[in-house]
């Protein structure tokens, strides 16, 4: 099973940038699913998740900037992310499961200690 991110790239400081993950339907359709970053030198975190239900979790600080969301037409993971700021930059990451993911997002415990199923390779993200 393939997750393939994409839209990462360089952006300024307040501006905006659209990640994309596409997953194979059947994982689409059915798991949880989120996006998770780590920057160099610091431990991956949370930063949203959409169960099957539609529930979403952000991590506070994306609060207000990031919007996760699920295209169905594609099979499409989404963050919109606006009001970039150097604290952002990081390499995105985005992962499914069949059980939810919203604890991960407020738990860096539990991030630290449960296994994901399904992982992407990355889309690197850098604010200057």
């Known amino acids: 099973v393939q997750l393939v991110e994409s839209g990462g790239g360089s952006v300024q400081a307040g501006g905006r940038l659209k990640l994309f993950c596409k997953l194979p339907?059947?994982?689409?359709?059915?798991?949880?699913m989120g996006w998770f970053r780590q920057a160099p030198g610091k431990e991956r975190e949370g930063v949203a998740t959409?169960?099957?239900?539609?529930?979403?979790v952000y991590a506070e600080s994306v609060k207000g900037r990031f919007t996760i969301s699920k295209d169905s037409a594609e099979s499409s993971l989404d963050l919109e992310m606006t009001f970039l700021n150097p604290e952002d930059t990081a390499m995105y990451y985005c992962?499914?499961?069949?059980?939810?993911?919203?604890?991960?997002?407020?738990?860096?415990?539990?991030?630290?200690?449960?296994?994901?199923?399904?992982w992407g390779q990355g889309t690197q993200v850098t604010v200057s």
């Open positions: 339907k059947h994982i689409f359709q059915s798991y949880c």
């Open positions: 992962a499914a499961d069949p059980q939810t993911l919203h604890i991960l997002v407020v738990s860096p415990k539990h991030l630290a200690s449960t296994t994901v199923e399904y």
């Open positions: 959409i169960d099957s239900d539609g529930s979403t």
